[in-house]
């Protein structure tokens, strides 16, 4: 039993791993971890010199005058606050600019830059291990191996620090901007769609019918669903001998009295300890959705950038026309990646997952920019042509939604104004749609 607690696959299965998990998964996306990770990591490099004083001979090591060490210190505490600041000050600039121009959705696609948070983390890592090593320093901390591996670690740290600074600055001319903006949507909406086209059910198994006893779990605050932990549903079915129905997709809306879980009991009777708190763990609900497994959310965020630049004060068709090449190829990517989906068994067999209605990406990518650019030529025959483009591939999932789709586009020239030629033209276009 004693060797079981010690063995790291079941304590990864312990209850204590699996509630840990979810916590993990926040704390990642959360601004603030990667400075404190920094910090914790700077204050540690900085009373680790200290431990070469007692395994490193002082003969062996050249000499480090006490008064150069201290004067680079200062030079990089006092440098680094000011800078620190002005790359807090950066940030906030990029993140204003990327909601007044495209939209505030996509806020946390500026948020998430990996060079700009992993610039600051330096940043203040390196203040704060400039100001512990120089107290230390100070108040004769190390001896003479423990200033030269102080030395050396600052070193490393200053030319770290110019490393970053000047990657960042490449990347802080971009930030914000519109076109870096779409970037980051299509390349956040590009992953998930990767990842579901390739695996719709995210490893577990496809939805089927409910029969017999059953016990509903609902969540216990409503929004959006923004991560499921596969791994422990299916742990606890494995150890509760259930079947489990995850009902929502990532990115459904819930309240109060959604059924989000479905429990099946397998042999006839429910487990005693089967707790719906346990259960409502493996399913994190926010008030706003995440990019990650939700190609929906993504599809839309580029969607609401097209809408904006076509509102009458923007007036931007340019940005809207790149916008609708961009979901052409998102969908055909979608197409391209599903025709070499893996036929792998399911890794989650306890575990069904709720059918993903792809027919719902059409429409979220081309309808809300039909809507705003009705009476725009140049809009409606970009939007023909990507579903013209779409509907070539033979057994297409999308289907349905592009003949769904050029139905709605028909209607609307016929309830708005071009001139005859455009309108003839168009009407053309989407009745061969139509007819192949």
């Not at 003969?59 to 006092?78: F, H």
């Not at 440098?79 to 806020?107: C, E, K, N």
Request: charged share 20%; glycine share 4%.
């Amino acid at each position: 039993m004693f060797a079981d607690k010690l063995n790291p696959k079941s304590w990864l299965k312990s209850e204590f791993a699996l509630n840990l998990r979810p916590l993990l998964l926040r704390l990642r996306k959360k601004l603030w971890f990667r400075p404190l990770f920094a910090v914790v990591i700077s204050i540690g490099m900085a009373f680790l010199a200290r431990i070469s004083d007692y395994y490193l001979k002082s003969e062996w090591l050249p000499q480090v005058q006490i008064d150069s060490v201290e004067r680079l210190l200062s030079i990089i505490a006092t440098s680094m606050l000011a800078v620190s600041t002005f790359t807090v000050a950066s940030m906030v600039s990029a993140y204003a600019s990327a909601s007044s121009m495209a939209t505030p959705r996509s806020f946390r696609l500026v948020v998430s830059d990996d060079v700009t948070q992993n610039t600051l983390s330096v940043f203040i890592g390196t203040f704060i291990f400039s100001v512990v090593a120089l107290v230390a320093v100070e108040n004769n901390y190390y001896g003479k191996p423990g200033t030269f591996t102080l030395f050396c670690m600052t070193a490393l740290v200053f030319a770290l620090v110019v490393l970053s600074f000047v990657r960042w600055i490449d990347s802080i001319a971009r930030l914000g901007r519109m076109g870096n903006t779409i970037e980051r949507a299509k390349l956040a909406a590009m992953n998930s769609v990767k990842l579901i086209a390739k695996d719709p059910y995210l490893g577990a198994m496809p939805p089927q019918p409910i029969k017999g006893e059953y016990l509903a779990v609902s969540p216990s605050n409503p929004g959006y669903v923004t991560t499921i932990d596969f791994d422990g549903l299916e742990t606890v079915a494995l150890n509760k001998n259930v079947r489990i129905h995850v009902n929502v997709r990532h990115g459904e809306y819930l309240s109060y009295r959604s059924d989000m879980l479905i429990v099946q009991c397998v042999d006839g009777e429910f487990p005693v300890d089967l707790k719906s708190e346990e259960l409502r763990s493996f399913i994190t609900v926010e008030s706003a959705q995440e990019f990650e497994s939700n190609p929906t959310f993504g599809i839309k965020v580029l969607t609401e950038i097209a809408c904006k630049a076509l509102s009458p004060g923007i007036n931007d068709h340019g940005t809207a026309v790149q916008v609708i090449n961009v979901q052409s190829e998102l969908l055909s990517s979608w197409v391209w990646f599903e025709r070499r989906r893996n036929s792998t068994e399911p890794k989650f067999t306890r575990v069904h997952f709720a059918q993903l209605n792809v027919n719902l990406l059409v429409h979220e990518a081309f309808d809300p920019i039909c809507r705003d650019g009705a009476a725009n030529f140049d809009i409606l025959n970009h939007v023909i042509s990507s579903l013209r483009s779409l509907k070539e591939y033979q057994r297409c999932d999308f289907s349905e939604g592009i003949e769904r789709m050029a139905l709605r586009i028909k209607e609307r020239i016929d309830l708005t104004q071009h001139l005859h030629e455009d309108r003839e033209l168009m009407l053309k276009e989407l009745g061969e749609l139509l007819d192949n």
